[in-house]
């Protein structure tokens, strides 16, 4: 019995937050676990017995047995020889069909004693965290709610009582007020004292954060009392953690007050006034009359038993609220048994995420693909043919991507777009295999052609699907590396930024020294414009856009071949975010990587990127050479995402948007994905799945009815290519780091 | 440093709070606390005209004084360390405390340790094996982390204890061998010790350690999905580096709920002294009740609640150590 759940864990400073709560999560929906159902079984079956247990103890807990009281031992000391008259204590029977959890010393029947005290102790419990659950939430919500002075003191008021130990407390409580053995309210309200602290805290971190959200501020503009505010806005978000709270309470309520009756301050049943018979009652009379050293287990075992069973209830329950609260905690590790039904062949590692047995076959037909590469240019560095990815196993699985094919050529720029959901970065990451579980890759391949810049590392091709774990380690990094969106996180920290470079030089560069691996760090960020002083500096003293200069940096560093940019730029000011493209553009034409670049902003990819594919629901769409897709889509999906955003040059157009929002992965519109937000949706839209086919003759491909058979093409997505596209896919000669269409900065 | 004295004004203030409520409860009780007390006591034959009298002074009935005079000379005489006199040991509460502290210290400091660091590791290895067979200890470590302390000790004493039925492996009772060793610098008397804390140490080790266990797998998992160790698997780190990341952050909140985990291993300790008459604090503060030995009571009530602030600043001191964000802010 010691902290409870994470999730309800709020680090002053550090530790992750919880999960947001949606402000239409209003009831508790447990997820349906073996856990959370065994733990409501126990309860249930507690329940009942602390209410029907009087009436189906078969004896009365107090009631001496004299039929059954025969067998004496002599007390130790006493008898012939040792100058005290022999005297002779009764011996506990053991169960038998008449008792069936056998006798105490004093031949009363230990079941009717066990089904009598589940009431009291359970009352108790419940009782207890109920005031205590009230406290916190006065307490911590008023704190949380008001802030300032309020907060202060009431912070103080319970950080105060947190850091007195319960027990000891509650041990001079209840022995100074002599009444308490008897009155079991009592015995609540004095546990309730020392057990509300915790959930206060808990509370008041979660009222703070909710208590900026959108739908409070609304609230408070409407005009909304403060006291109705917190009872019908921020209370309702706030009964996950006040259900966890009251569970954990309960649970230190039962051992609190299993403990003061253990230390016989709960007050006996045969004293006067009487106690009520509890758990820790029993215990302390078995204790008290030597059943250890007589070894008469079963008269203190079940009282102990059912603290421990009660407790594994409640903690039971406790887990499925953190996963509630928490999803991380939710999304199980591979068991063997999914790994099995999914065909997974490779044991789960994290880090690796795994494949499915199958996709061997699929090897052989996307063969065919690689030797018939249809467009030219440079050769190709990053090959992803038929790429599928799931997140689940089975018939739960979420189809996240299906058979996407990319080609990355040497020191290209290929950007990956559409909105968020769509799967792009589900397909970078699985292409490296840095999905976690439950994610599975399902079929496709994905090879590597390895050229080091440096020669160091692994080179020739590589098939990354099949690779093992020190092959991966080897590429990873070294030959492609990758920035993450949100740079705030990518950074570890409790760890300087040269500690970081400098972990990742020992492991790619083990010849390099000490100074070496240092002086190489400085001048990588050198590079991207940072004094190398900074090395010695956290992630929490950088700037965002320092942040992620730094990991561009740390990405740069082991030169590799291939870079994977997921939105880089989106968490920061517009500013900044042109600053670090026009760094990376000019990084990637001095060092010549190859880059994914992955955003939901088309006007931001065509002016970087040499290639951009387009993709919807988990799908590729449309690929085209930039400047081609941007100015003449043909896919009515793309025609909505580039009139989603201003373009950066040029003239100005209206701005239409996609009507509709992003679809549900998990029950996908038949036919194609778009089709109920397309303007332009065919019948045979609502039917059958379009493929990614080339587009007559041209170098771009689209997957859409429309421009198949005899389909009337509407005039947005009939507009003719632009010139220049066509000289760049012929003219770029092979390795040449060509420039992309709009030249940008510098 | 300005953060660290905050916290360290809170533990001040903490243990003024204990005092003074410890000082004031018989004082504010309705009824007459004395005469019930001692009819309590004397039923079971526990407290004689002395008792009374003690009992009478302690809880500030027929004195004269007022009760601010009272509480007055109460922390002016705390303050010089002198917390009473015990009158059923007939000794100085102070030097009464200082006797029992070894005990429960090392029994405390050692447990305390080995729980943290074995359950720490342990989180941490279930967190990245998860889905292997390792989750097994999942609902074991529920099991164990819902036993109560001193249920577990009777279990123990009952499998392995000299005075259970059992195996009869290890002693159970007393610190050392009261009747074949003397106290003092002599290997039969430590060996003694040593084998007299196997039994409270398990008792407490195994019975904190689930709760240490579970609370670094939640938040290592949840760590594990951070950003942060994404990327250091993107970037080939080895499997113990990328553990050794994600560890360190994890452990931070862990540390910072030190304060709930130190609370409930000294109060269940408690009760294991009891289980095993260890001579700690714990059991003394059990017999102390027993013989309504009020500045006994009181006396290691303020001491107990000392150790677990000072459990509580440590952690804090830890804390700053290991995180930079706290550093800058401390």
Redesign the interface.
């Known amino acids: 019995?010691?902290?409870d759940?994470?999730?309800l864990?709020q680090?002053?400073?550090?530790?992750?937050t919880p999960e947001p709560i949606l402000r239409t999560a209003r009831i508790v929906r447990l997820p349906r676990s073996p856990?959370v159902i065994a733990g409501l079984v126990i309860l249930a079956v507690f329940g009942v017995v602390a209410i029907i247990g009087r009436w189906i103890s078969p004896y009365s807990p107090n009631q001496t047995d004299p039929q059954n009281w025969v067998q004496h031992v002599l007390v130790p000391g006493t008898g012939p020889g040792t100058g005290f008259p022999a005297n002779y204590y009764p011996l506990p029977f053991p169960p038998s069909s008449a008792h069936w959890l056998g006798t105490t010393v004093f031949a009363q029947d230990v079941l009717s004693q066990v089904l009598a005290s589940t009431q009291a102790t359970l009352f108790v419990g419940l009782l207890a965290a109920a005031i205590a659950t009230c406290l916190s939430i006065l307490f911590g919500v008023s704190a949380g709610y008001f802030g300032g002075g309020t907060d202060e003191v009431l912070s103080?008021v319970s950080?105060?009582?947190?850091?007195?130990?319960?027990?000891?407390?509650l041990?001079?409580?209840a022995?100074?007020?002599?009444?308490a053995g008897s009155s079991i309210f009592l015995v609540a309200i004095i546990i309730a004292v020392t057990a509300w602290a915790?959930s206060s805290r808990v509370l008041r971190a979660q009222t703070l954060s909710l208590r900026n959200r959108d739908f409070v501020e609304a609230a408070r503009v409407s005009g909304e009392g403060r006291i109705r505010i917190i009872v019908v806005e921020l209370l309702p978000n706030l009964i996950p953690i006040v259900a966890a709270s009251f569970l954990f309470t309960t649970?230190y309520a039962i051992?609190a007050y299993?403990?003061i009756a253990?230390?016989?301050?709960g007050g006996s049943p045969t004293s006067s006034p009487p106690g009520l018979w509890n758990w820790g009652e029993m215990?302390r009379e078995g204790?008290a009359n030597n059943a250890?050293?007589?070894?008469w287990?079963w008269w203190?075992?079940p009282p102990?038993l059912c603290?421990?069973?009660?407790?594994?209830g409640?903690?039971?329950l406790n887990?499925g609220i953190?996963e509630f609260i928490?999803p991380?905690?939710r999304a199980?590790?591979?068991?063997?048994r999914?790994?099995k039904k999914a065909g997974i062949v490779s044991r789960?590692k994290?880090?690796m995420t795994p494949v499915a047995a199958h996709h061997a076959q699929a090897v052989s037909r996307s063969q065919a693909g690689i030797t018939a590469s249809r467009e030219v240019g440079p050769e190709p560095v990053l090959e992803i043919r038929g790429l599928c990815v799931d997140y689940g196993y089975g018939e739960e699985a979420v189809h996240a991507v299906v058979d996407c094919d990319l080609v990355l050529r040497r020191g290209r720029v290929l950007g990956l777009a559409g909105e968020s959901g769509s799967g792009k970065t589900t397909l970078a990451l699985a292409a490296?295999r840095?999905l976690?579980?439950p994610a599975v890759i399902t079929d496709g391949q994905v090879l590597f052609h390895s050229k080091p810049v440096g020669g160091e590392g692994p080179s020739g091709t590589i098939d990354m699907l099949a690779a093992d774990a020190d092959t991966?380690?080897?590429?990873?990094?070294?030959e492609i590396?990758?920035v993450?969106q949100?740079s705030m996180?990518?950074?570890?920290?409790?760890?300087?930024i040269g500690a970081q470079f400098d972990?990742?030089l020992r492991?790619?560069r083990p010849h390099l020294s000490r100074t070496a691996r240092h002086e190489m760090s400085g001048a990588m960020l050198e590079l991207v414009g940072i004094n190398p002083d900074r090395l010695r500096s956290?992630a929490?003293?950088l700037s965002g856009g320092m942040r992620q200069r730094a990991?561009i940096a740390?990405a740069l560093a082991l030169e590799p071949q291939v870079m994977i940019l997921d939105e880089p730029t989106t968490a920061l000011d517009v500013v900044t975010q042109r600053e670090i493209l026009e760094e990376l553009i000019g990084l990637r034409d001095r060092l010549g990587f190859a880059a994914l670049f992955i955003t939901h902003d088309l006007s931001l990819l065509v002016e970087i990127a040499d290639e951009i594919a387009v993709m919807y629901a988990g799908r590729l769409m449309e690929r085209a050479p930039a400047a081609a897709l941007f100015n003449a889509p043909r896919l009515p999906y793309t025609h909505g995402l580039i009139h989603c955003f201003p373009p950066m040059h040029g003239q100005r157009s209206r701005m239409d948007g996609i009507p509709g929002s992003p679809p549900d992965l998990r029950a996908l519109p038949k036919g194609c994905a778009f089709n109920p937000r397309c303007a332009w949706a065919l019948d045979q839209c609502r039917h059958d799945v379009p493929h990614l086919a080339p587009l007559n003759g041209s170098a771009r491909e689209v997957a859409c009815w429309l421009h198949r058979g005899d389909a009337k093409v509407p005039a947005e997505l009939a507009r003719p290519d632009p010139v220049i596209v066509a000289e760049r896919g012929s003219v770029a000669p092979p390795g040449n780091l060509a420039r992309p269409p709009h030249e940008v900065g510098r | 440093m300005r953060a660290l004295l905050r916290r360290l004004g809170v533990y001040v203030l903490a243990a003024w709070v204990a005092i003074t409520v410890s000082f004031l409860l018989p004082r504010v009780v309705p009824g007459n606390p004395v005469a019930g007390a001692v009819a309590r006591a004397s039923q079971s034959g526990n407290c004689n005209s002395q008792c009374v009298i003690a009992v009478e002074e302690q809880l500030g009935y027929n004195t004269h004084t007022s009760v601010w005079e009272q509480y007055v000379s109460y922390i002016g005489n705390l303050a010089h360390g002198d917390l009473g006199h015990s009158w059923s040991e007939n000794a100085p509460v102070g030097s009464l405390i200082l006797s029992y502290l070894p005990w429960t210290l090392g029994l405390l400091v050692i447990a305390t340790t080995v729980s943290f660091v074995a359950g720490t590791a342990i989180g941490v290895l279930m967190a990245w094996r998860r889905g292997s067979w390792f989750e097994f200890v999942l609902p074991v470590a529920t099991f164990f982390q819902a036993l109560p302390y001193f249920f577990l000790a009777l279990v123990l004493v009952l499998i392995f204890g000299q005075t259970g039925t059992l195996l009869k492996w290890f002693p159970s009772l007393f610190g050392y061998d009261i009747y074949a060793v003397t106290p003092g610098a002599n290997l039969p008397y430590v060996q003694s010790v040593l084998s007299h804390a196997i039994l409270p140490a398990v008792t407490v080790i195994l019975a904190s350690v689930a709760g240490f266990i579970l609370a670094m797998r939640n938040q290592m998992v949840t760590t594990m999905d951070e950003d942060f160790v994404v990327v250091a698997e993107a970037k080939g780190l080895r499997a113990r580096t990328v553990i050794w990341y994600a560890a360190r952050n994890a452990l931070l909140p862990v540390i910072s709920n030190f304060t709930i985990a130190i609370s409930l291993v000294v109060a269940g300790q408690i009760l294991v002294e009891i289980v095993f008459n260890y001579p700690g604090i714990g059991f003394h503060l059990f017999d102390a009740l027993g013989k309504l030995d009020y500045s006994l009571v009181q006396g290691i009530f303020v001491v107990i609640t000392l150790i677990v602030l000072a459990a509580n600043l440590l952690a804090d001191v830890v804390y700053v150590m290991i995180d930079p964000r706290a550093r800058q802010a401390a």
């Open positions: 019995m010691t902290i759940s994470t999730t864990t680090a002053p400073v550090a530790g992750p856990k103080l950080n105060v009582f947190l850091a007195i130990p319960g027990l000891p407390l041990i001079v409580l022995d100074y007020v002599p009444t915790y649970l051992y299993v403990a253990f230390l016989g301050l215990l204790f250890i050293r007589g070894g287990w203190w075992a102990g603290v421990a069973l009660l407790g594994t409640l903690a039971l887990f953190d928490n991380r905690l199980a590790g591979l068991t063997r999914a790994a789960a994290l880090g490296i840095l976690r579980s991966l380690r080897a590429v990873r990094w070294s590396s990758v993450l949100s996180n990518a950074l570890n920290p409790v760890i300087s972990d990742m492991v790619h956290y929490h003293e990991m740390m």
